[in-house]
Structure formats: structure tokens, C-alpha cells
């Protein structure tokens, strides 16, 4: 067995989490290229099976493309609520094992397991009995990897790849990290891996070597120094339990890209409407609103704007984001709308506007979150997010004068 | 060109014109300033499509023309020659040679006829005291926002209406509105202009200590094409107006009476704010609670740090706690110019006002500020 001493972080990650969950309840589908999402025009793949990415499917890939490529695969719509449930079961064998767990998404986590080891055995022994315990009881196959912290222990998990394990020794860890291309460093997208290439760095290990001033040069003092450490495989991040909301936000894509204003104001506003509903609920509130737009040749732009004191107002945020929006928008034509609120503290005070009235927005809105606590969704909402009636039906009612 | 010139007036003249350049200009000529030389005199100028600023200088000139150097390093270079010597400045080629004392600098030139034509200075339109101007737009522009996705908001409203010159700003949560009269060109002249609070205050501020007149010059006003122009001494300043055509009416939120009256000292007060806001987090409020008794000024909240501090006052109505964002209200003390400060209240939830007070209370006319409280709780 490898040397595992000192590898007390644990990435597990699911293989094709929703994919496997399909197939696991219709065995008919094993071996088969399992595609979940991509349906309708505008769907994107949520999940695909191994034997599906096989033919270059892959998350994220819109629908048409993924039935392109492969066009016997077996489609399937998402069942979030099944997914939901197979992970809270994943959790739980989790939590089985250690309670310091902090789930990224339904189906990743990571796991500090220094405290575990007398009960069930070293890192590596840990990380083998969870992978037991999915087949065993779960049918689910998952993919562990094992290091000294955060950041290795998720390359390690995506090195692993299908079904399997990886511990990266703490003896060992530059070996391992500097050959890897600079993409796998944290933080590091399409943009800041062009950056550095230029520079003529494409591994982790050039990174390493170069001089933290020309990587401050290139990217910035903050996210040069978080390179530099992440380089040489230093990740102090702790595993949290506490989830801590940094961000509340709701996004859709239009079946058709659309540039119809009074449609794009509605959307904005359920947007909006939803953001402040799930911050009240969640007694938060947030200082900075933010929008994405994204044009139909998926070119996509962000804009924000941070207000002197934080909301959780549906109307406040929509106004925002509208004013935030249509200038971003120029007029054309949009695939997807956003609306997130950010820079969120517990909700306490709020700073009103001058000249707003004593019984504000707030107030009216507090009032439908009761109504629909009580009576469900859709009892009250804005006007004009009411479904219209047929003009004719209106004149049929109207009362002959 | 070659002129001789002293070393601070020409100093000054630079930093002025490269303050309003572009710190990454659209086209490179646009980080330029002119030097002009023509009739013995030095004309410098910068511009960026928005703003223009000019400046006159007494020079020995031994030759006219003009030149185009980088702004923002002949600033720099002139601010660190060494003092009461004369400089020496010459076009030589493509380069511009500066001699000060034993020091030597020799500058790349750029074309002179890419540089874009400067706007012309629209008409007069009067002129108001120079010193009173500075200190009343001094007063004002803090209130305005600095946000540019809301572009209306960052601008100062001019108000121009017979001898009265009015200046509001707000960033939509508080609203700074100062009255001064000035001399209009006609008795009758009436006009509104939007102007970016960051130029206005940044013109002011170098025209007031020059002292006289400050000549005020508008066209097109009320819409996004009109322009601005300010003159003092041999100062000129143009700038874009910024769109007000659909600028809120302000003024309506004064209300037409106050219940409540509270004379506070402003010095002991913006240091007693200013302390306890210490334990206040960004966007939390400091709380006022004005009685009989006088104000106790608070902040921090149940689980977090705690502040309070004790402060005479005098008051006349019910006991009232009012929130306040901390800035706003520091800010807004700042620009009252006097030593109290009379706070008018209604109610808690409803805008509130500052004005400015002698030693003795008496009100002094001519400044509002009006704040709208934090809501705490729920």
C-alpha cells in the first residue's frame, strides 16, 4: 500500500452521478450510453455515462450536439428528486465515516478523515471501505482521491477516474503535481491559462520556478500569490462543515433567443422574484446585484453593481438588474438571463432610498411570502407575471353596455 | 519652439491640464498636453473628449510654435525640478529638451496635427465669486453617486434662474442642495445643467484660490449634447453635461414642516460618530436617540461589538432613535461649514435634515442636507 501517512483529506467524486442513478433503477441501461438532460431545444447535458463519453459526449454539451454524436444513446429527462435522495445516501456513508464533511455539489465531497483512523484504519483503508460500502450498498461507483489537503486530494479524485483511487504520499506530492498542465491549478481558467502560457509556463512545475514577480506582473498580486503556493502543493483550506451561502442566484435559457423587451422585463422580474424569495427565506440579504447575459453565439457578459446597504427586496433587485441589463444587452437578441445577488449578510437593516414610502415593496413582499407559505405558489405575485387571458375571453366577460 | 518660463507657474499649469487626461487614452495623442508658444505666452492644454482644460503662462519666448509631449511625465519631471529656478524648454526635432538648473530632460514629441481640435468655450452666460463657488460646490459633491451604471447620478445639478444659482447632488440616499446667487449676463437667464461631480469639484477646487470671478459659459443645456465652460484667471475648463433631462424633482423630498428640532455641536459630534462607528461593519448604522436628556450616539448590534457615547443636545420634541449609514452622516456634517448642526425630524423612517447653525443656533440659509434613515430590524 502506498504511503499514506499524513493524507487525511479525502476528494470522493461520483462517476456519471445522475447516469448511474438512471441506470441503476432501469438495469436494462447498463452498458448502454446513457445521456441525462439535453431535451428540448435549448437543454444541455447534465450527466452521461462512461459509455456515452466514449462517442465525445460531455457535460455541458448542448443536447443537439450530444444526439449528433451519438445518436443511439438513451436520453432520459432529469429526476432531481432522485438524484437528491441517492445523495443524501451517498452523504450519510460519509458521515458514517467522519462528521467533517463538506459537500461541494449532490454528488462531491470532501472528507477529513485525521480523526477517523483509529475507528476504521488509515487514509487509504478509509477511502477503500467507502468505495465498498457505494457498491455494496448503493450500487454506485465513486472516485477517491487522497492527499495532504484539498487541492491535491481533487486532482487526485479526477486522476482516478472512473472507479478507482489515488493517494498522492505527502513524500511525493511535487512529483505528482509539476508535471500536470497549468489548467489543473485551482483558479486558473481559459483566460489565466492563456496568461501564464504566453509567459511560456504549461506546467504546474513552471509555475513553481517562475518568480512570483512576473506572475504578479501577469495576473495580479492575489491570485499570484495563490498560484504560487498552489504550486507548490500548499492549500491551507480547512474542511468546513458549514456551508456558508456566498451567492444566491437563479439563471434561464430561452427556447429561442429572444430581444422582445416587455418578455425580457418579465423574465428579469421572476428572476428577481425568485432571488428575493429564497434570500428572505435563507434571512438573507445582499449588497451587490448582479446580471449574466448571454447572446445567442454564447458570448456572455456579467455586470454588477453594489448598493450602499443590502437587500432582499424582489423589487429593489429587479430594478437593479433591469438597469444593469438592457444597457449590457445593446438591443440584441439573448440565449440566457441571470439575476444573482451577492456580498450577502444576515438580513438586519436596509437602506432605503429617499422618498420611499413608509409601507414599501418589502412589506407587500413579506405579505406573499405568507400567502404563500400558506396557500402555495403562485397565489400572489407581480401583475405582470400573471399569465394573461385570451383578449377574447375578456370581452366575453365584459358586461354589455 | 523655445521659451524660458519660471519653474512653479509652469508646474502648476502642467499638473492642471494632466490631471484631466486619460490615464489610457482611446487614441495615444489624447495623453498628450499641448504647448502652444505665440505673443509670449505659454497656452497649455489637455483634453479627452469629455473634459478640456487650458492655461495661459507668461514666457520669454525666443520662437513660437507648439509641441505635443506626454502630460502625465512633464507633470511628474516639472513637479520635481528644484525650485525658483527658471526652465528652459525647446522643440528640437522630434524631441522636446527641458533645462532646469543642472537637470536635463529630452522627451519624445508627438504629431501635433493628430491632436484633435479642442470645443470651443460656449457663451457667457454670468459670473459668480470665485471663492463662494469653490466652497459651495465643495459642499455638494459628495452627495453625488459614484456609480457609473447610474449615470444621473453622478452628476451636480446647476440650477440657473435670475440671480439665484442653484447646486443639488444625490446618489439617491442622500442630497446635498446648496444656494448662492450670482450675476447672470441677463436678469432673466434660466437654465439646468448636469454636470460630473468629479470635474466640477476638481475645476473648483483650482479656481476658487485663484480668487475674482469664475465666468460661467452654457450651450445646449438640459440635453447629453450641451457643454459646460468654466473661466477663471487664465484657467478655461469645458465639459460634457451629462443627460438631466429626466433628473428627479428633489426638492419635493423636504417636507413642508418638521415635528421634531435637535441643535447638536457638529465638531463633538462627527468625533463621537466617527468613534462609535468604529464597531459598526460596513453598512451597519450608527443610531441616534434624541430627548429631553440630549443624544446618546450607538452602534454594534446584540452578538457583535458594542458602542455608546453620551452627548449634550438641545431638543424639542418626542424622543425619537433615527439610523443613519455612518459615511452619509460624517459627510454630511463635513459640509456644513458651521459650527451646529440642527437636525429636523418627523419620524424615524422618514427622510431627515441637516442645516447648518451659529454658536447661538440661529439657522445659517443656504445649505440642506437630507438623509435617508436605515431601516433597522425585521
Not at chain 1, 282 to 303: E, L, N, P
Not at chain 2, 146 to 165: K, Q
Request: one cysteine or more.
Amino acid at each position: 500500500m502506498a504511503d499514506d501517512a499524513g493524507c487525511t483529506i479525502l476528494h470522493v467524486d461520483m462517476d456519471a452521478f445522475y447516469a448511474s442513478v438512471e441506470v441503476r433503477r432501469r438495469p436494462e441501461l447498463r452498458g448502454k450510453p446513457v445521456v441525462v438532460g439535453g431535451a428540448g431545444p435549448r437543454g444541455v447535458v447534465s450527466s452521461a455515462s462512461y459509455e456515452a463519453r466514449k462517442f465525445g459526449i460531455r457535460s455541458a454539451m448542448p443536447g443537439a450536439q450530444a444526439r449528433a454524436k451519438c445518436p443511439h444513446a438513451i436520453f432520459l429527462p432529469v429526476d432531481m428528486r432522485e438524484y437528491a435522495q441517492a445523495s443524501r445516501s451517498v452523504m450519510a456513508i460519509f458521515r458514517d465515516v467522519t462528521p467533517l464533511v463538506e459537500p461541494l455539489s449532490v454528488d462531491e465531497a470532501f472528507l477529513d478523515v485525521a480523526g477517523a483512523q483509529r475507528l476504521f484504519g488509515s487514509p487509504a483503508e478509509i477511502g477503500a471501505h467507502i468505495r465498498r460500502r457505494m457498491t455494496q450498498e448503493l450500487r454506485l461507483t465513486c472516485s477517491i482521491g487522497v492527499a495532504p489537503n484539498k487541492f491535491l486530494a481533487k486532482l487526485g479524485s479526477t486522476r482516478a477516474k472512473p472507479d478507482g483511487m489515488l493517494v498522492i504520499p505527502a513524500a511525493k506530492t511535487l512529483e505528482f503535481l509539476h508535471p500536470l498542465p497549468i489548467s489543473a491549478l485551482w483558479g486558473v481558467g481559459e483566460r489565466t491559462a492563456e496568461t501564464l502560457r504566453r509567459l511560456g509556463l504549461s506546467t504546474i512545475g513552471d509555475v513553481a520556478a517562475a518568480p512570483i514577480g512576473m506572475l504578479r506582473g501577469a495576473v495580479g498580486q492575489a491570485l499570484a500569490a495563490h498560484l504560487h503556493e498552489l504550486s507548490w502543493a500548499r492549500d491551507s483550506r480547512r474542511v468546513s462543515t458549514e456551508r456558508v451561502e456566498k451567492s444566491i442566484g437563479t439563471e434561464t435559457t430561452f427556447d429561442v433567443d429572444v430581444d422582445d423587451v416587455s418578455r425580457l422585463r418579465r423574465t428579469l422580474l421572476a428572476l428577481a422574484q425568485e432571488v428575493a424569495v429564497r434570500a428572505r427565506s435563507a434571512r438573507m440579504s445582499g449588497r451587490t446585484i448582479a446580471v449574466k447575459v448571454r447572446f445567442g453565439d454564447f458570448r456572455t457578459i456579467s455586470r454588477s453593481r453594489t448598493l450602499p446597504g443590502p437587500t432582499d427586496v424582489a423589487h429593489e433587485i429587479f430594478q437593479v438588474a433591469w438597469e444593469l441589463f438592457e444597457p449590457a444587452r445593446g438591443g440584441e437578441k439573448i440565449r440566457l438571463a441571470g439575476v444573482r445577488l451577492e456580498n450577502l449578510v444576515t438580513t438586519g437593516t436596509r437602506q432605503p432610498v429617499l422618498g420611499e414610502p413608509e409601507h414599501s415593496w418589502r412589506d407587500a413582499e413579506l405579505a406573499t411570502d405568507a400567502v404563500t407559505a400558506k396557500f402555495g405558489k403562485g397565489v400572489v405575485g407581480p401583475a405582470s407575471l400573471v399569465r394573461r387571458r385570451p383578449p377574447d375571453e375578456l370581452s366575453n366577460r365584459r358586461a354589455p353596455s | 519652439m523655445k521659451f524660458r518660463v519660471e519653474r512653479d507657474a509652469l508646474a502648476d499649469a502642467v499638473a492642471w491640464t494632466a490631471k484631466s487626461l486619460p490615464s489610457r487614452p482611446s487614441v495615444p495623442v489624447l495623453a498628450g498636453a499641448m504647448l502652444r508658444v505665440s505673443d509670449g505666452r505659454l497656452h497649455v492644454s489637455g483634453f479627452d473628449y469629455e473634459v478640456s482644460n487650458q492655461v495661459d503662462v507668461d514666457v520669454q519666448a525666443d520662437a513660437d510654435g507648439a509641441t505635443l509631449v506626454s502630460g502625465r511625465l512633464l507633470a511628474e519631471i516639472t513637479k520635481a525640478l528644484p525650485a525658483k529656478k527658471p526652465v528652459e524648454i525647446a522643440a528640437v526635432g522630434s524631441h522636446l529638451e527641458l533645462v532646469c538648473g543642472t537637470a536635463r530632460f529630452t522627451l519624445p514629441t508627438m504629431p501635433v496635427e493628430d491632436y484633435p481640435t479642442l470645443p470651443e468655450l460656449p457663451a457667457s452666460a454670468g459670473t459668480v465669486d470665485a471663492a463662494t463657488f469653490a466652497s459651495a460646490v465643495a459642499q455638494v459633491a459628495m452627495a453625488a453617486g459614484r456609480d457609473e451604471t447610474l449615470p444621473m447620478m453622478t452628476g451636480v445639478r446647476i440650477e440657473l434662474s435670475g440671480e439665484g444659482l442653484a447646486l443639488l447632488a444625490t446618489d439617491r440616499y442622500r442630497l446635498a442642495v446648496r444656494e448662492i446667487t450670482w450675476t447672470p449676463g441677463d436678469p432673466d437667464f434660466s437654465a439646468n445643467a448636469l454636470v460630473p461631480a468629479r470635474t466640477l469639484a476638481d475645476t473648483a477646487k483650482t479656481l476658487g484660490p485663484l480668487g475674482g470671478e469664475v465666468t460661467i459659459a452654457l450651450s445646449g443645456s438640459g440635453t447629453g449634447e450641451g457643454m459646460i465652460g468654466f473661466v477663471g484667471g487664465t484657467r478655461r475648463t469645458t465639459s460634457r453635461l451629462l443627460d438631466g433631462q429626466s433628473y428627479p424633482p428633489v426638492r419635493s423630498l423636504f417636507a413642508p414642516s418638521y415635528t421634531s428640532e435637535a441643535r447638536v455641536p457638529v465638531a463633538a459630534l462627527t468625533e463621537v460618530v466617527k468613534r462609535v462607528s468604529l464597531v459598526a461593519e460596513k453598512a451597519t448604522p450608527v443610531r441616534l436617540s434624541f430627548s429631553d436628556d440630549g443624544l446618546v450616539v450607538e452602534a454594534g448590534g446584540v452578538e457583535e461589538a458594542r458602542a455608546s457615547e453620551a452627548m449634550e443636545a438641545t431638543y424639542s420634541g418626542d424622543s425619537i432613535t433615527v439610523a443613519f449609514n455612518p459615511q452619509y452622516l460624517v459627510e454630511g456634517l463635513g459640509a456644513l461649514n458651521a459650527p451646529t448642526a440642527v437636525f429636523s425630524f418627523n419620524d424615524p423612517v422618514k427622510p431627515a435634515v441637516i442645516t447648518p447653525a451659529g454658536d447661538d443656533g440661529a439657522v445659517i440659509e443656504g445649505f440642506r442636507y437630507l438623509i435617508m434613515p436605515i431601516r433597522v430590524g425585521r
